[in-house]
């Protein structure tokens, strides 16, 4: 299995890293502005995903949005979901379930391949490909 995640982002510190009172008051000592995923590589067991996105954070709510997007591409899906299934770490039942279900979370693109665009916007959406599948809570 193999695992590459390639990050780079921009904070800003709004305390000491190691200043007792913001210790204490259980206070971040920097916000998160913006985050880029670069890249990302994940693949074993006949599958690969690979993807990269950008977001910034909308900090000062109860918890900071992001908006942005990224996009993902997979390769061998079912190829893995066999596997699984094979190793008996996976019932048949659960598999087909799965294999349904994708089509709620990815575009087919070819033969055992398919892609994904999540995107999250300033009202606090959050989409998979179109579809809103969370919403943060308003402050």
């Known amino acids: ?5 390639e ?13 007792a009172a913001t ?9 998160i502005e913006a985050l880029n995923l670069n ?5 074993g067991l006949g599958a690969e995903i690979t993807g990269s996105g950008a977001a910034t954070l909308a900090n000062g709510g109860a918890q900071p949005i992001p908006v942005g997007t990224a996009d ?7 190829a893995l979901i066999d596997n699984l299934v094979g190793m008996s770490l996976l019932p048949q039942e659960e598999a ?10 990815t575009v087919p693109t070819g033969e055992d391949s398919a892609k994904s665009r ?3 916007d300033a ?3 959050v989409r998979v490909n179109g579809q809103v599948l969370y919403k943060f809570p308003k402050p």
């Open 1 to 5: 299995m193999t695992l590459v995640v």
């Open 7 to 19: 990050v780079a982002g921009k904070a800003r510190l709004s305390g000491g890293l190691f200043d």
């Open 23 to 31: 210790v204490r008051a259980g206070t971040l000592p920097a916000e």
């Open 39 to 43: 890249a990302l590589k994940l693949s």
């Open 72 to 78: 993902f591409e997979i390769k061998g899906l079912n």
């Open 96 to 105: 087909m379930g799965l294999r349904m279900s994708l089509a709620l979370f």
């Open 118 to 120: 999540v995107e999250s």
């Open 123 to 125: 009202e606090g959406n």
